[in-house]
């Protein structure tokens, strides 16, 4: 059985890369006008499916994205990601759209979760250093062995 190991700096890659992962969540916005610039989520209403359903589709729920300016009722939206009634989510790159307040039913902030990224960083962690006691984890380096002086060799199914 041959064993691979994992070399210190790609360890330490990982590790970083799990310790620094964080985990987000939608909260409902209160009495509060969001700022712009903020990672936002809008429900859209029955009137906004209507609406939009030229430019957008009409199966629409929930549209998210970074809030770009809030004037005369209306919000402009750098979108990222669009969810529909039927389930699923279609990613987007930022195009910019327009979202009357009439199409609005909530609205949400995204915001960091302190308890949810501790969590996943923890079993990240742990996970890391479960594969790391079991020499799973492996790098691009391959052992090499040399024949046997007779020139004969063992096959190994």
Do not use: H
Not at 53 to 66: C, D, V
């Amino acid at each position: 059985m041959r064993v691979i190991r994992l070399s210190g700096i790609a360890a330490v890659n990982v590790l970083a890369s799990v310790l620094v992962m964080g985990c987000y969540t939608l909260q409902p916005t209160t009495g509060v006008a969001p700022e712009i610039g903020n990672e936002m989520a809008f429900d859209i209403t029955d009137v906004g499916r209507v609406g939009l359903g030229q430019s957008m589709g009409p199966e629409i729920a929930q549209i998210e994205g970074r809030l770009v300016s809030r004037e005369n009722a209306e919000y402009l939206v750098a979108v990222t990601a669009v969810r529909f009634l039927r389930g699923g989510e279609q990613p987007w790159r930022g195009e910019q759209v327009r979202l009357k307040s009439e199409y609005v039913g909530s609205t949400y902030q995204k915001q960091f979760s302190k308890g949810r990224t501790i969590a996943l960083s923890a079993a990240g962690v742990g996970g890391f250093v479960y594969l790391l006691t079991r020499n799973l984890v492996g790098s691009a380096r391959d052992e090499q062995s040399t024949p046997p002086p007779d020139g004969s060799a063992i096959r190994m199914p």
